[in-house]
């Protein structure tokens, strides 16, 4: 193998490494804030309400990144299998 190959296998690693942690942080923060909504959802009164919806537009938030990781991977597995 040479260097240029074994530099952009370590790259792909890294990237590869990357991601997993983007998307253990994610997990955690996504149980962090179901965990939240749940205890929101027994209050009932319009500070519950208001930081309700900041917890729900913080979930939406990065279940959005999610999906749209998710369309560049797909687009990239196609491009790639289409070489």
């Known amino acids: 193998m040479s260097s240029v190959e074994e ?3 370590a790259i792909e690693q890294l990237q590869l490494e990357i991601t997993k942690r983007r998307q253990s942080e994610r997990d955690v923060a996504k149980r962090i804030l179901l965990d939240r909504i749940k205890v929101l959802r027994t209050r009932n009164d319009e500070d519950a309400v208001k930081e309700l919806l900041s917890t729900l ?3 939406d938030k990065i279940l959005g990144q999610e999906i749209r990781e998710a ?3 797909s687009a990239k597995n196609l491009a790639d299998s289409g070489k």
């Open 7 to 9: 530099q952009t296998a």
């Open 57 to 59: 537009h913080s979930l």
């Open 71 to 73: 369309l560049d991977s």
